[in-house]
Nanobody
Framework: VQLQASGGGLVQPGGSLRLSCAAS????????MGWYRQAPGKQRELVAT???????NYADSVKGRGTISRDNAKNTVYLQMPSLKPEDTAVYYC?????????????WGQGTLVTVSS
């Protein structure tokens, strides 16, 4: 199983990005999928999660700005981030709790860098 994150880049303050994370491989079922981020010199922190039923949870730092969504048919989770701020600069990682045929495991993507700067 692999998770491939994409959509990062350099964005000016106030701009927006849409991150995508597609899972591939031996996938039988998903539970929660999510996005985390790690800024330079800081610990990895939760950004948002979404359950298989569509229930969402957001960190206070992005609540009201970010939107997490998923397309179960495509095994993909998205994070829409408008109104970006310099403090949103970080490597963004996706993860997914999924059943690979032998058990439930948490998988992580490789990370995509988001830089918010003028």
């Amino acid at each position: 199983v692999q998770l491939q994150a994409s959509g990062g880049g350099l964005v000016q303050p106030g701009g927006s990005l849409r991150l995508s994370c597609a899972a591939s491989g031996s996938i039988f079922s998903f539970r929660t999928m999510g996005w985390y981020r790690q800024a330079p010199g800081k610990q990895r922190e939760l950004v948002a999660t979404i359950t298989s039923g569509g229930s969402t949870n957001y960190a206070d730092s992005v609540k009201g700005r970010g939107t997490i969504s998923r397309d179960n048919a495509k095994n993909t989770v998205y994070l829409q981030m408008p109104s970006l701020k310099p403090e949103d600069t970080a490597v963004y990682y996706c993860n997914a709790d999924l059943f690979n045929g032998s058990g439930w495991y948490r998988y992580w993507g490789q990370g995509t860098l988001v830089t918010v700067s003028s």
